[in-house]
């Protein structure tokens, strides 16, 4: 049974067609995933059902009856429930009022917030997501990226008395989250879908939609090609569905050899977060960082740009240590931080402003400064190689939709060819085709000398992509392992192993 029915929605950004008439039909009890490349519309979309953005037409309809959506209040009323793909957080209010936000907030006796009684709806909602380790009682600017991501999705799942929540609309709620805290996700979604729940799913992550979603909706340039059970199709149909052309699923050949020149050599680094990092690496090759969620990961990287400090130990490079962040381009480090809405763009700011942004400390430093026509020139073969889709290179980097954001990090990195590129979890939130994309691009920088450092949370990744895998367990480096002959349950095994 036709639950909602969308027909003839679009939106149109300063000339830019985000959605062209898309339409989409959600059945009650289904997991419906909502898939297309980066800029094809999801969110989109999923913001003008929440009533957060006023589309230009749109005709919509719930249980046959049709429905007007003119703010937030509406969306709720109509029992949608959303977790953004942006993670609007309010950084000073406690885990359990953000939780909370949105749902009418329990009062005692002449309309005071009964705040036992909010810490304890707050609780349950986190609960039914089996997620013990987060106090409610925390200002949520103190949570890790994927703890807010926890906290949003119970955000949506607070138990309303009169069971009011027909749909869940999740735009890329696993992007942040580590795999046993997808599993769980997963685990919940099934429930809801059981209790006659409708399930709006977005992810660019193929494995994931086939095993949990019953159908999909694929969106092009803002229009619907197709909407399909999913027995009936099959991955390689999807990518051709978003993206009008065959992808290989699979990681290119490396092109060269690892060559005998020594770009780094890391001895017995500790630092506040991590310990016993041990590592030489060279021209040409790919090393993997991989472990379960916020194992050190991010904080390897961190160290080896000198934005944190080494307690004991040496990292050194052909051209002696590092003195900070700012002295990265003298040893030819280009880094892509993993929560790159936040560290890697200035958001106000145009697509060239961004990109041009490392050279500019570069120049600065050497005390010479980029024309106007250098600057677009530059941005604008970056921006192709990264298949950056955008209005134009003016165009600030708010309006990008949130893989393309990602991509301008990425070109910026890209700038001029580095000796040691650091990427942490390059493709996540990337589309399936621009993902082989930078995937070559990767193999293109290594194959003309420059080293690669890269952590993953995708073990078909690190493994088709890396060389060697360094392995990390709660802050320190356990195992290097080479990649030929090693599995993904191998894997597994050494991020999981108990001392
Ligand atoms: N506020 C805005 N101003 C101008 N253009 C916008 C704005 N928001 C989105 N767009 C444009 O609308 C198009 C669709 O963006 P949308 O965010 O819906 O894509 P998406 O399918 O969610 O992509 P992704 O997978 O990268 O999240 C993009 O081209 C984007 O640049
Ligand atoms: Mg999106």
């Not at 809801?192 to 694929?218: F, I, K, P, W």
């Not at 030819?332 to 958001?347: D, N, S």
């Not at 691009?441 to 080293?451: D, F, P």
């Amino acid at each position: 049974m036709t639950f909602l029915k969308i027909d003839n929605a679009s939106k149109t950004y300063s000339g830019a067609r985000a959605l062209d008439g898309a339409h989409l039909e959600i059945a009650a009890g289904e997991v419906h995933a909502l898939m297309g490349e980066n800029g094809a519309g999801k969110s989109t979309l999923i913001k003008i059902l929440a009533g957060v953005t006023a589309p230009d037409t749109l005709s919509i309809s719930r249980d046959g009856v049709p429905i007007g959506l003119h703010g937030t209040a509406d969306a709720f009323k109509h029992g949608f429930r959303f977790i953004h793909q942006e993670l609007n957080i309010v950084a000073h209010l406690s885990v359990a009022e953000n939780i909370l936000l949105g749902h009418p907030y329990p009062t005692r006796l002449l309309g005071a917030v009964d705040w036992k009684k909010l810490n304890q709806l707050a609780r349950a909602a986190l609960d039914r997501l089996g997620v013990q380790h987060i106090d409610v009682r925390l200002k949520a600017a103190r949570l890790s990226t994927g703890d807010r991501m926890l906290m949003k999705i119970a955000s949506t799942l607070v138990a309303d008395e009169n069971q009011t929540a027909r749909l869940y609309v999740m735009d890329e709620p696993t992007a942040a989250l580590s795999g046993t805290e997808s599993e769980k996700l997963f685990e919940v979604i099934r429930q809801l879908r059981q209790t006659g729940a409708a399930v709006l799913y977005v992810s660019h992550r193929m494995n994931e939609v086939m095993a949990l979603c019953d159908r999909v909706t694929v969106l092009r340039d803002g229009r619907t090609v197709a909407s399909k059970k999913l027995v009936d199709t099959s991955k390689g149909e999807i990518i051709r569905l978003m993206t009008g052309r065959d992808v290989k699923d699979a990681y290119p050949a490396r092109a060269a050899d690892i060559t005998d020149r020594q770009v780094i050599e890391v001895k017995h680094v500790k630092t506040q977060r991590i310990d016993n990092i041990n590592f030489t690496l060279n021209e040409g090759e790919i090393l993997g960082v991989g472990g379960l969620a916020e194992a050190g990961q991010s904080a390897l990287l961190q160290v080896l740009l000198g934005i944190d400090t080494v307690v004991k130990g040496r990292v050194d490079y052909p051209d002696g240590t590092i003195s900070g962040p700012r002295d990265a381009w003298r040893h030819k480090l280009a880094y892509v931080p993993k929560e790159r809405r936040e560290e890697g763009l200035m958001l106000r700011r145009s697509i060239i402003d961004n990109i041009n942004l490392a050279h500019l400390e570069k120049l600065s430093a050497l005390g010479g400064v980029m024309s106007r026509k250098k600057e677009r020139e530059n941005a604008a073969g970056l921006s192709r190689q990264v298949q950056l889709k955008a209005a134009g290179l003016n165009q600030p980097c708010h309006q990008l939709s949130g893989g393309n954001q990602q991509k301008v990090v990425f070109a910026r990195a890209l700038g001029d060819v580095p000796r040691l590129l650091l990427l942490d979890e390059p493709t996540r939130g990337v589309d399936v085709g621009a993902k082989f994309d930078i995937y070559t691009l990767i193999r293109t920088m290594s194959s003309e000398g420059c080293a690669v450092i890269m952590t993953s949370s995708d073990l078909p990744e690190l493994l088709g992509m890396c060389d060697r895998i360094l392995i990390m367990r709660s802050g320190k480096q356990v195992d290097i392992v080479p990649t030929a002959g090693t599995t993904a349950a191998d894997l597994l095994t050494l991020f999981y192993h108990q001392e």
